[in-house]
């Protein structure tokens, strides 16, 4: 009896062991590619000079001058567009699925979204490429490959994740909010904006931020609309190049300080993904209280 | 004690994993020289000796080769040094290195296009035009005789071996800067060239010989078609040779490698991306 019960604890521990060791993997290569990422790249901002290196809005490789400014730029410009442009539709979907639409509606629209999640960034770009560019050059001119297409297709690649996550901080407010809403004489579109939406209110929020890191780290579709110019843009039917592409585009090619460069071009873009997530668990935490 | 053993297990893994990382790169140093030709020069070459080394070695698993790619320059300097067995171009010699007595062995020939949209009526451009162009002096088509259209220039990514060579070659290099138009398309890879200039009716680019196909027009350069047969006949001008150089006594080892490019299994490699000479 007594041995069976010991049998059953070391049981227990090896499969707790185990599953540690698994958590513990995920963390060491997050604590591997960030030891990795600073040792590669903040050398080369200190020999670059951290001021010319932010601030400097020339990348000339072949006379060693880096500056990323335009490209930090081009990651705001792209991705506050995306969020301009997605999280109205987004938010807008989610409230049409969680309150308004009937239920056979929602079996063809949730899956349609839950597709669009699934498609693989290269193949967004491979649309907007054919598709997007081509009608942009028709009405601005200039090529088409533009700050506005990759604002496009990156609007639409943020839609599947602030729906879901809207949707469900939509349908988690307590049911007595609408119906006293309702009671009190109040419309489903005055309830829908004065009462649901403000209690998901950290839940959308959520979402959005959520969206905004998968709009800053998207580089495929984005190399393939967006021109890649390194230059700062003046409209929205400029050429840019966000720091993801810049990485993607040279790295195969670069040697030495240059490659030094675009590691560093990667250390400022983890700062803005760690603030990034930081500004989340803030949001969650906020919610949870 | 649990703890000290999962402590203990992660401080392996940690210390295995960062050993692993900065061990492989030391791992070559200790093979013995006698086998081992180095080979040292231009990074537009480095591919090309790097593939056709493999099916070199697999044919000789005697002889090692070691590749490095650190630009023409510096490799035909390490040959002359007696550094390097074999030193690798992507460039002409220019006259005081013609003086220093090395074989030359043209490998194969890397030929840049220069290409537009199919509906574009320009076929022919002055290499000077060409260079105004790609600097942004001229701007507009109907300025070299086409249809009244802005120019939209595209290019390849700073560091590509295509920019670089044409930069070289059509005169847009001031001390090592990069004089083409800043605001021109950067699109990735040849492939994503050629996607451009076909789906553009304005855009103007330049490309490995190996990408061009029917959705994009070539223009002739001062009158001569990008031609395989015009390039090797050096009528084409925007191209350039791969030269692998050696010095006197040729190591038997090294010579079967040159050997082994220039037979029809090496050349074979070679036209796979670039104009065999064989």
Same mark, same amino acid.
């Given at each position: 009896?007594?041995?069976d019960?010991?049998i059953?604890?070391f049981y227990e521990k090896?499969?707790e062991?185990?599953?540690?060791?698994?958590?513990i993997?995920?963390i060491?290569?997050?604590?591997?590619i960030s030891?990795y990422?600073f040792l590669e790249?903040t050398?080369?901002?200190f020999k670059?000079?951290?001021?010319?290196?932010?601030l400097?809005?020339k990348w000339m490789?072949?006379a060693e001058?880096?500056?990323?400014?335009?490209m930090i730029?081009a990651?705001i410009?792209?991705?506050?567009?995306a969020i301009?442009?997605?999280v109205?539709?987004?938010?807008f979907?989610?409230?049409?699925m969680?309150?308004i639409a &009937?239920e056979?509606i929602?079996k063809i629209?949730?899956?349609a979204?839950?597709?669009l999640?699934g498609?693989p960034?290269?193949?967004?770009?491979?649309?907007g490429l054919?598709v997007?560019? &081509?009608i942009i050059?028709?009405?601005?001119?200039?090529?088409?490959?533009s700050?506005?297409a990759?604002i496009?297709?990156l609007?639409i690649m943020? %839609?599947?994740?602030?729906?879901?996550?809207?949707?469900?901080a939509?349908?988690?407010v307590?049911k007595?909010?609408?119906e006293?809403?309702? !009671?009190l004489?109040?419309?489903q579109?005055?309830?829908?904006?004065?009462?649901?939406?403000?209690?998901?209110?950290?839940?959308? %929020?959520?979402g959005?931020v959520?969206?905004?890191g998968?709009a800053?780290?998207?580089t495929?579709?984005?190399?393939l609309?967006?021109g890649?110019?390194?230059?700062?843009p003046?409209?929205?039917t400029?050429r840019?190049?966000?720091?993801?592409?810049?990485?993607a585009?040279?790295?195969?090619?670069?040697?030495?300080l240059?490659?030094?460069a675009l590691?560093?071009?990667?250390?400022i873009?983890?700062?803005?993904?760690?603030l990034i997530?930081?500004?989340l668990?803030l949001l $969650?935490?906020?919610?949870e209280k | 004690?649990?703890k000290?053993i999962t402590?203990?297990?992660?401080?392996?893994?940690?210390?295995s994993?960062?050993? !692993?990382c900065?061990?492989?790169?030391?791992?070559?140093? *200790?093979t013995?020289?006698t086998?081992?030709i180095?080979v040292v020069?231009?990074t537009?070459v480095?591919? %090309?000796a790097?593939?056709?080394?493999?099916e070199?070695?697999?044919?000789?698993?005697?002889?090692r080769?070691?590749?490095q790619g650190?630009?023409?320059s510096a490799g035909?300097?390490?040959?002359?040094d007696?550094v390097a067995h074999?030193?690798?171009?992507?460039?002409?010699?220019?006259?005081?290195?013609?003086e220093w007595g090395l074989?030359?062995?043209?490998?194969?020939?890397d =030929?840049v296009?220069?290409?537009?949209h199919?509906n574009?009526?320009?076929s022919?451009?002055s290499?000077e035009?060409?260079?105004k162009?790609f600097?942004?002096e001229?701007?507009?088509?109907?300025?070299?005789?086409?249809?009244d259209m802005e120019i939209?220039?595209?290019?390849r990514? !700073?560091?590509? =071996?295509?920019?670089g060579a044409?930069?070289?070659? $059509?005169?847009? %290099?001031?001390d090592?800067e990069?004089?083409l138009?800043?605001d021109?398309l950067?699109?990735e890879?040849?492939?994503?060239?050629?996607?451009?200039i076909a789906?553009?009716e304005?855009?103007? *680019?330049?490309l490995?010989? *190996?990408?061009?196909?029917?959705?994009?027009?070539p223009v002739k350069i001062d009158g001569?078609?990008p031609?395989v047969?015009?390039?090797?006949?050096g009528d084409?001008?925007?191209?350039?040779?791969?030269?692998m150089l050696?010095?006197?006594?040729v190591d038997?080892?090294?010579?079967?490698y040159?050997d082994?490019i220039?037979?029809?299994?090496?050349?074979?490699i !070679?036209?796979q991306n670039?104009?065999?000479v064989?």
């Amino acid at each position: 009896m007594k041995k069976d019960i010991r049998i059953k604890k070391f049981y227990e521990k090896t499969v707790e062991t185990w599953f540690l060791l698994c958590a513990i993997i995920a963390i060491l290569f997050l604590g591997i590619i960030s030891i990795y990422l600073f040792l590669e790249g903040t050398p080369a901002i200190f020999k670059i000079g951290l001021k010319e290196f932010i601030l400097g809005s020339k990348w000339m490789t072949s006379a060693e001058i880096f500056g990323i400014f335009p490209m930090i730029i081009a990651s705001i410009y792209g991705t506050l567009g995306a969020i301009v442009l997605g999280v109205p539709i987004g938010i807008f979907t989610a409230i049409f699925m969680a309150e308004i639409a &009937p239920e056979p509606i929602v079996k063809i629209v949730r899956p349609a979204i839950e597709l669009l999640a699934g498609i693989p960034s290269v193949i967004y770009g491979f649309f907007g490429l054919i598709v997007i560019v &081509p009608i942009i050059d028709n009405i601005f001119g200039n090529g088409g490959n533009s700050l506005l297409a990759a604002i496009i297709i990156l609007g639409i690649m943020i %839609l599947p994740t602030i729906v879901n996550i809207s949707e469900s901080a939509i349908r988690e407010v307590p049911k007595s909010y609408k119906e006293g809403s309702l !009671a009190l004489g109040a419309s489903q579109i005055q309830t829908i904006f004065r009462v649901i939406l403000p209690a998901a209110r950290s839940g959308i %929020l959520a979402g959005v931020v959520l969206g905004i890191g998968r709009a800053i780290g998207e580089t495929m579709a984005v190399i393939l609309v967006a021109g890649n110019t390194p230059l700062l843009p003046e409209s929205i039917t400029d050429r840019v190049r966000t720091m993801t592409s810049n990485i993607a585009l040279e790295m195969s090619y670069a040697f030495g300080l240059h490659q030094e460069a675009l590691f560093a071009t990667g250390v400022i873009l983890f700062i803005f993904i760690i603030l990034i997530n930081v500004a989340l668990h803030l949001l $969650v935490f906020r919610s949870e209280k | 004690m649990k703890k000290i053993i999962t402590s203990l297990i992660v401080l392996i893994l940690i210390t295995s994993l960062i050993t !692993a990382c900065t061990g492989t790169s030391h791992v070559s140093e *200790g093979t013995e020289s006698t086998g081992t030709i180095s080979v040292v020069g231009s990074t537009s070459v480095t591919p %090309l000796a790097q593939e056709i080394a493999y099916e070199f070695e697999d044919a000789h698993p005697e002889i090692r080769v070691d590749i490095q790619g650190v630009g023409s320059s510096a490799g035909i300097k390490a040959v002359y040094d007696g550094v390097a067995h074999i030193g690798m171009a992507s460039r002409n010699l220019k006259p005081e290195e013609k003086e220093w007595g090395l074989t030359e062995h043209v490998i194969a020939i890397d =030929g840049v296009a220069v290409a537009v949209h199919p509906n574009n009526p320009v076929s022919d451009l002055s290499l000077e035009t060409v260079t105004k162009i790609f600097k942004g002096e001229i701007t507009n088509w109907s300025e070299v005789g086409g249809n009244d259209m802005e120019i939209l220039v595209v290019s390849r990514e !700073a560091g590509s =071996g295509t920019r670089g060579a044409f930069e070289e070659l $059509v005169d847009l %290099l001031e001390d090592k800067e990069s004089l083409l138009r800043e605001d021109a398309l950067i699109a990735e890879g040849n492939g994503s060239v050629k996607a451009n200039i076909a789906s553009k009716e304005g855009a103007i *680019g330049y490309l490995s010989l *190996g990408y061009l196909d029917e959705t994009i027009t070539p223009v002739k350069i001062d009158g001569v078609e990008p031609t395989v047969e015009n390039i090797l006949s050096g009528d084409y001008k925007v191209s350039r040779p791969f030269l692998m150089l050696t010095k006197d006594p040729v190591d038997p080892n090294v010579q079967s490698y040159l050997d082994f490019i220039m037979s029809t299994e090496g050349q074979e490699i !070679a036209g796979q991306n670039f104009v065999p000479v064989k």
